[in-house]
């Protein structure tokens, strides 16, 4: 499988999947990973990425331009045609495992992070195939959003998880909860 990933704080995404399961996923080839930075395909010189609402109101909203360009690359880029592209937002589809479960089946996945006060709509419109909330709450940006959905799919790639029963045995893989786990007594 590949993954890229949108979003105008790389570092923060490079930290957090350089470890764990995903960052062996991708030290192994499991998993290629690309990161796209909107910022790289603003049309001016201050490289701006956002703009004021139309209409008024707090805050600013991610140009659909430079996304758009972003998401472009990360398509022609991807190893696989078609990669399906995710918009993390709090208005999103509820992510679940049945979810997850759906993507790791996919060759290619394109997450992007939004930030702000959100993007603008013509984006989700025209680019984007599947727009998917982590929980009913507002983070500051879709990264963190982006890295549970990578986190979660990556680890139902086949050769990821060392034991694969462990997969099979655990809470939501079959719509219940995991039963309480203990160490052994000493």
């Not at 078609?82 to 589809?93: A, D, H, K, R, W």
């Not at 939004?114 to 025209?126: L, N, P, S, T």
């Not at 790639?157 to 786990?181: W, Y």
Request: glycine share 12%; net charge negative; charged share 20%.
């Amino acid at each position: 499988m590949w993954a890229g990933i949108v979003s105008i704080f790389p570092n923060l995404i490079r930290t957090v999947l350089n470890e764990g399961v995903v960052g062996r996923a991708v030290a192994r080839g499991d998993l290629g990973l690309d990161i796209f930075d909107p910022r790289d395909y603003a049309e001016d010189n201050h490289r701006t990425v956002d703009g004021r609402p139309f209409g008024g109101g707090p805050g600013m909203v991610m140009m659909a331009g430079p996304l758009s360009a972003s998401v472009s690359e990360a398509r022609r880029l991807c190893p696989t045609e078609n990669p399906v592209t995710v918009y993390l937002s709090p208005q999103g589809t509820k992510f679940t495992q049945s979810l997850a479960n759906e993507l790791a089946t996919l060759p290619g996945l394109v997450l992007v992070a939004g930030r702000y006060e959100g993007v603008d709509e013509r984006f989700i419109e025209r680019e984007t195939d599947l727009e998917l909330s982590i929980g009913d709450f507002v983070l500051s940006g879709g990264e963190l959003a982006a890295m549970v959905v990578l986190d979660a799919v990556a680890r139902l790639l086949p050769g990821v998880v060392g034991n694969p029963d462990s997969i099979k045995c655990e809470s939501h893989m079959d719509g219940l909860l995991d039963f309480p786990h203990y160490t052994r007594p000493r």
